[in-house]
């Protein structure tokens, strides 16, 4: 585990919300029912230089919308699950569409098991202080390879 320490200014991101009360799974099937639908938010989809879509979050807020960490050990908060958009996009009928805003952020890979504890043991011994909450990072770029991002800083 190497974490990278990245500045990533706002950005939007449209997906499928849900919440932990929707209960076990949920995660999953908000990624089910985005996909599924995707070809709906396709022409709104930030793409890079080469057309590739720049990314596919799991966006994560806390219940009040103020963008924190979860409560209560991590085990309630919102969840969008969804694909990074130009700012002006306008979510369509059954969509969500967030700002987020910009932080410097510890980037990690998921390559391995138990990511985020890992990097919250990590943060712990390094002095540092979650500053948002923690996103899900898919980058289409790497064939899907999978981040989390932490928060360490409001910009």
Request: charged share 30%.
């Amino acid at each position: 585990m190497k974490p990278e320490k990245i500045v990533k200014e706002r950005f939007s991101v449209i997906g499928k919300l849900g919440s932990t009360e929707d209960g076990a799974g949920f995660i999953q099937r908000l990624w089910q029912e985005a996909n599924a639908h995707f070809g709906e938010i396709e022409p709104l989809v930030k793409r890079d230089e080469n057309g590739v879509p720049v990314g596919f979050w799991g966006a994560m807020s806390d219940c009040g919308l103020h963008f924190e960490p979860w409560k209560n050990n991590f085990t309630e908060g919102l969840y969008l699950a969804g694909a990074e958009v130009r700012d002006d996009a306008e979510p369509p009928e059954g969509w969500t569409k967030w700002t987020v805003p910009g932080f410097v952020f510890l980037r990690v890979r998921c390559d391995e098991p138990d990511i985020f504890p890992k990097m919250l043991r990590y943060m712990e011994e390094h002095n540092l202080k979650l500053a948002g909450a923690v996103h899900d990072f898919n980058d289409p770029a790497e064939n899907g390879q999978g981040y989390m991002y932490f928060p360490i800083e409001k910009l």
